[in-house]
Each structure stands twice: as structure tokens, then as C-alpha cells.
């Protein structure tokens, strides 16, 4: 072929991929930010979102049908769907409410695993019940998928996709999903916060002027403050005191400006801390956090780190920034020891009282984005990157007591601490195996 490149069809044929990637890639942004509006415009409305869910799922992944359910007390409900011929839509309605005993049903299976559920084909699994195969003739499907909704570590519901083809689901398809299932947690919390808020607010009208009254005189007195204060109280969020004074001093640059930089990442919660919160009462739930927040508090600035965020007994902080150290893994490593130490006293006097808990850690060192994320009126400090997901994950593998480290955390505090090789991990959002290392102790000083 005179004229033409040897790599001519191979180049075009993997930039047409590029391209279709890209394509596909904005489609599924546009399609959860839209989902994040309905979110943001429907707080007290789950069903906007659900619809929406429903229709991006059916759109972004080419599936022929598409559900959303929820559980609701004993059974679980079907929230939205997407509609076919009417017999499909009538047999589909028919089956719900459903019992959490009835295993052929790839929902429910979802529910109990708190995993993703896939038939790759009703028509030859036989697993498969005949009232579920009745189903997918009626709405014309041979592949079928459950992936639940999760709330912390209890599934409170399902999105269900089905194709016509029959197959298994991809990894990217699977992602996608899973994605549009934490919108759908989002606005599923949304809504219990806000029937709590009303209910709050039916209880308090008696006391309706005299906190308006309260408010006004709060309101004067911090605008009153708020111009020579606001920074500074901005900034101390997110770092130590001393440090936000060096930055309103202009002693350090702005850190809310987006910027990349290695970061060493700590993740810790506390092991056992959901089946406490079901078990005591508000006021020893709120007492052990008060204590526990109080002593880690104290040792993160100690240590100079940065908190990202804490949720519940979950805390993510991270070293190297806004004020670059050499020794960032060493200083979160030393800090991660500290707190093991104290959470152990504090956990012997928890088990006096029958209080199981015990904390672990998880600690990364990589690459990150950081900067101000939010909108006017308020902004919050973050890090994004796969460093601050392997801390997470590692974080979640430890056990009580336990501070996993990522290879090259590890390969950074070798001669600081003893370590124990835990081995190659998979973790849950990870493409590779991961090499975990638990830290022993630190090493024994030279007389």
C-alpha cells in the first residue's frame, strides 16, 4: 500500500479508543454531577434521585432496564424502575415487597453479601429460580446484576441492572455502578436527616422566638468579629495554631491553593466502634468519642499533621503539607506509635465497662492533589489520590492494634521501626496487589 504508514491503522485505531474512553469518561462525570444536583435540589426526595439513577444506569452502560430498591424495615421495596412491556412492569411490581428469605432473588443476594451480584444468564444458571427466569423473559433480559447500597457496612438497598445479551459485567461497568449506589446512599441519608430535622423542629416550636432571639444576638456578635478572625479561624481547622499564624502572618504560602505534592497519609478508626454505637446509649457514645478525639487531637498536633476530615471514630491525616518536611513518614509513623499507646490505655478502661474497641491504622506515602474543596461559604481542606485510598484500605485490613504500612512507607522508616511483613493484600479499589507490612515497635536504641 504505497503512501501509507506501517503504524498508520494501529496508531488510528487506538486513538479512536482514546476517544471513545474520553467520551465515555465525561458522559459518566456529567452524569453523576447531574445526580449530585437532583441530590443537592431533592433533600427531603428520594425518588428524584432514584429516577435519575435509574435513567443514567440505562443510558451509560447500554443496559435494557434498570431498578433501584431500598430496604425498608423487614423487606425491601422497590423504589424506581425503568419500564419495559407491561407484563415485564406488572410481574416486576408484583414480586415486591421483598423477604430477606428469599435467596433467588439476586437482590437479596446482594443485600446479604454486601456485594455486587451477577446471573450472567438466567436461561443456563442453575441457581437461578423459576419465578426470577419468569421475570427476565417478561422483561426481555438474560443478564442481570445487584449491586447493594451501603451505609457504612450495612446494605440498605440495591441498584439492578439487566442486558439483553447474556454475559458477564465488566470491572468499569461494575465501578460505574457502585458509583451511582454511594449517590444513591447520599440521598437515601439526606432525606432520614431531614424527616429527623423536621421532626426536631415539630418539637422545638415552643421554643421558636426565643431561639430566633438567641440567633440574632449570636449573628451580631460574630459579624461584629468575623472580619478580623475569619482566616485565621480557617486555617486552624485545618492546622496546628501555630502554623495557621505563621500562614495569616505570611510566614508560609497560601495552602488552599490547588497544588500536588507527596503527602504521607494516615488513616485510623476504631475496630468494633458500629456494633458499640447500636448497643449504648447517646450519652456513652458521645463520652467515648470526646475521649478519643480529645487524645488524638492532642497528638496530631503534636506531630504537626495536617487533619483532612474525622467522621464518627474515623480520622484522615496527612504529613508534607502546606509546610514541606523531610521526614514526613517518619513523623507519621512516630505519631501513628503515640496513638496506638494511648488508645491502649484508654481501651483498658473501655473493657472495664464491657466496651470491646481497639484502634487500627492504616499509612501510605504517595503523590496527592491538594487544595480548598467546597463552595463560597464553605470550604473544606482535601487531598485526592490513590494514596489517600490505600490508606484508607489498609487502614480497613488492620486489625486491633495493628499499623499497616504501604512498601514504600515502609522502605521510608526502615531504620525507625521494627516491621513484620503481613503480606500481598487485595484491596477493594485497588488494580494490583498491594505488599502491607505491620509495624512491631520502634527499634531499640544502641546503649
Not at 226 to 250: D, H, M, T, W, Y
Not at 305 to 332: C, K, Q, S, Y
Not at 379 to 398: F, K, M, P
Amino acid at each position: 500500500m504505497a503512501g501509507r504508514s506501517f503504524n498508520e491503522v494501529p496508531i488510528t485505531a487506538r486513538l479512536n479508543e482514546a476517544e471513545r474512553a474520553l467520551a465515555e469518561a465525561h458522559e459518566q462525570q456529567a452524569a453523576t454531577a447531574a445526580i449530585l444536583k437532583v441530590i443537592s435540589s431533592s433533600p427531603s426526595d428520594v425518588q428524584p434521585v432514584f429516577d435519575a439513577i435509574v435513567g443514567s444506569a440505562q443510558r451509560l452502560i447500554g443496559s435494557f432496564a434498570a431498578s433501584v430498591t431500598q430496604v425498608v424495615g423487614d423487606t425491601i421495596h422497590l423504589g424506581a424502575y425503568s419500564t419495559t412491556a407491561e407484563p415485564g412492569n406488572q410481574l416486576l411490581q408484583a414480586i415486591y415487597p421483598l423477604s430477606f428469605a428469599d435467596e433467588s432473588s439476586p437482590t437479596v443476594m446482594a443485600i446479604r453479601s454486601r456485594a455486587p451480584f451477577q446471573v450472567s444468564d438466567i436461561e443456563t444458571d442453575p441457581s437461578v429460580q423459576q419465578r426470577e427466569r419468569e421475570l427476565g423473559r417478561a422483561r426481555g433480559y438474560r443478564a442481570v446484576m445487584a449491586v447493594p447500597l451501603m451505609s457504612g457496612d450495612k446494605a440498605i438497598g440495591t441498584i439492578n441492572v439487566s442486558r439483553r445479551e447474556p454475559g458477564a459485567f465488566t470491572h468499569r461497568v461494575i465501578g460505574l455502578i457502585e458509583t451511582f449506589a454511594d449517590e444513591a446512599v447520599i440521598a437515601i441519608q439526606n432525606a432520614r436527616l431531614f424527616e429527623e430535622l423536621q421532626e426536631k423542629r415539630r418539637i422545638e416550636e415552643r421554643q421558636t422566638e426565643e431561639l430566633a432571639d438567641w440567633s440574632r444576638t449570636l449573628e451580631r456578635r460574630v459579624e461584629e468579629q468575623v472580619a478580623q478572625v475569619e482566616q485565621l479561624g480557617r486555617l486552624k481547622r485545618f492546622f496546628s495554631p501555630q502554623l495557621a499564624e505563621l500562614i495569616v502572618a505570611g510566614g508560609a504560602r497560601d495552602p488552599l491553593r490547588t497544588h500536588r505534592r507527596q503527602v504521607t497519609v494516615v488513616f485510623l478508626d476504631l475496630r468494633g466502634f458500629t456494633l458499640f454505637a447500636e448497643t449504648v446509649g447517646p450519652e456513652e457514645l458521645m463520652g467515648v468519642l470526646r475521649e478519643y478525639h480529645a487524645a488524638m487531637g492532642e497528638l496530631i498536633v503534636r506531630h504537626e499533621g495536617t487533619l483532612e476530615r474525622f467522621t464518627g471514630d474515623g480520622m484522615m491525616i496527612f504529613f508534607n503539607d502546606p509546610v514541606e518536611v523531610p521526614d514526613h513518614a517518619e513523623r507519621a509513623v512516630r505519631m501513628a506509635l503515640d496513638m496506638r499507646d494511648r488508645v491502649a490505655v484508654l481501651v483498658s478502661k473501655w473493657k472495664k465497662k464491657g466496651w470491646d474497641l481497639a484502634l487500627g491504622i492504616g499509612i501510605a506515602q504517595g503523590d496527592a492533589t491538594i487544595g480548598a474543596i467546597g463552595f463560597e461559604g464553605r470550604w473544606d481542606y482535601g487531598a485526592i489520590g490513590t494514596v489517600t485510598n490505600l490508606a484508607a484500605r489498609l487502614c480497613g485490613e488492620a486489625k486491633g492494634g495493628q499499623i499497616l504500612l504501604s512498601a514504600g512507607t515502609a522502605t521510608a522508616v526502615r531504620e525507625l521501626v521494627e516491621m513484620q511483613e503481613v503480606g500481598t493484600l487485595t484491596l477493594k479499589g485497588m488494580q494490583n496487589s498491594v505488599q502491607a507490612i505491620n509495624v512491631i515497635g520502634p527499634k531499640s536504641r544502641p546503649a
